[in-house]
């Protein structure tokens, strides 16, 4: 067990809709990070929070969208959902940037 | 660009037999290094990461890896493999900078042990 928790574990969903993927970090854990894992492109990564802020993003849609709230639990929201959107869905996070990601794990999300 | 490239898609070990999953990298800088293990249906365990000083490092269950610079790998080694290590290995790059961090995942290799 990471500590890394991520809920649903499963989603399933029809194109066009809007999904919420919630991931509590480590406790003592500021940074959190989403990747994005799926058959045809592997783990990317997708956004990097620290303690509530924006600190990198990676190849995210411009229809996915994230945040960090100040209990430091992170959601990514995805919207107008697309067949090619479906994949595992993974949170990860560490003390500081400089230290090892610890991942939950992930959602695996469908779209029929 | 940085990239990670493991070249074994999949690999096939017999119970008892060493291991070694390759690993290449491609990074200006001095990389940290990690690899991570990814059971079917759980999430990415760490296994070990170099940041710099001795280049064998130590990881769990029974893991270690040789960073080289010389020859941009970071490969991952066990002496005598269990049935429980048939999983699929991440070698992956940590990009720090500016107070962020972002890991580059090579493609995976499966592993699996025969009995």
């Known amino acids: 067990d990471s500590g890394v928790t991520q809920t649903p574990k499963h989603l399933i969903t029809a194109t066009g809709q809007r999904v919420t993927l919630r991931c509590s970090p480590r406790?003592?854990?500021?940074?959190v990070y989403w990747y994005q894992q799926s058959l045809d492109q592997g783990l990317q990564f997708l956004i990097h929070y620290y303690n509530g802020e924006e600190r990198a993003k990676g190849n995210i849609l411009e229809r996915f969208s994230a945040q960090q709230f100040p209990d430091l639990h992170s959601e990514l929201n995805l919207s107008s959902l697309e067949l090619g959107d479906s994949a595992l869905y993974f949170c990860?996070?560490?003390?500081?940037?400089?230290?090892?990601?610890?991942f939950g794990d992930g959602t695996r999300l469908s779209i029929l | 660009a940085q990239s990670v490239t493991q070249p074994d898609i999949h690999i096939t070990v017999s119970e008892g037999a060493s291991l070694e999953l390759r690993c290449n990298y491609s990074y200006g800088a001095t990389p940290y290094l990690f690899w991570y293990v990814q059971s079917p249906g759980q999430g990415l365990q760490l296994l070990l990461k170099y940041f710099s000083g001795d280049t064998l490092v130590q990881g769990i269950k029974g893991f270690e890896a040789e960073f080289k610079r010389s020859q941009s790998s970071f490969n991952l080694r066990k002496p005598s493999v269990h049935w429980s290590d048939a999983a699929e290995y991440f070698c992956a790059v940590g990009l720090f900078s500016g107070g962020y961090n972002k890991l580059i995942f090579g493609a995976g290799t499966r592993l699996a042990v025969h009995p």
């Open positions: 990860a996070s560490s003390v500081q940037p400089n230290q090892p990601q610890h």
């Open positions: 406790s003592g854990d500021l940074s």
